[in-house]
């Protein structure tokens, strides 16, 4: 195992002694997108790079119920592969009864929102008469981060300082990142399409890299693209380590390595 994460990763070695946890994964097929991978294909694209988990949701079925139920059974048949994380529509019966039903029921361990999936993607509909203010807080009481893709505004974070937020694609936006660096709760993740060299080290900058998570947007993405552009940023091993994998454990409450 000799070389840096970048020289192994190049060589084709699995990085087995990395924990990489991917923060960000769909079940299920995206309109109009071929994707070659869904489900137990994944694991094997897991295995050839060394990715331990992956966090799934399945917000992009058009019932979110059927998309949790879809999501729990992923996680009961590979347990220490799959991350589960449930879904919400708040134009899909009662919101904070669905999400504890997946707690309850499914040990569900995180939340994905998604405005453009949910219908609110204009910024008229974006935050309709819904109990997002309810969701907020009872994952904060359930310790449940909230990776969101639109939706959470600057004031929900501010003034929901015990709610982790995760945003979506997040380096994307680096000035989001300096405007609320002030904020323990303010996470990024790493899935942004048109990444840019500068991305992950400027929101490294802002918020520390206790604060960004590695994510794929897989199967929408490839696993082993999207580690490069943790390896090719510059930052430090240890810093990458803790964005690949030790930051997602920590906040999920999973094993970390010794």
Known sequence: MNGTLRDRALRGEPLTDVLIVDWHVHLGRWALSYLPLDGEAMLAAMDR????????????????????????????????????????NPYQGDMLDELKRC???????GLKIHSMV??????DLRRPAHDWEGVWRFCAEAKLPILAHGIVTDDDVRRHPDTVFVIAHGIGAPERAWRLRECANFHVDTAWTQNRTWSLGEVVAALGPERVLWGTDAPLDDFAQRLGIVFDSGLPEPDQRKILGLNAARLLGLPQPA
């Not at 058009?62 to 048949?77: D, I, K, L, P």
């Open 49 to 88: 790079v060394g990715v331990a988990r992956i966090c799934v949701n399945g917000i992009t079925f058009s019932e979110v119920r059927e998309g949790n139920n879809r999501v729990a059974e992923f996680a009961r048949r590979f347990p220490d592969r799959v991350v589960p994380f449930a879904a919400l």
């Open 103 to 109: 707690v309850g029921e499914m040990g569900v361990r």
């Open 118 to 123: 949910q219908g609110q993607h204009s910024p």
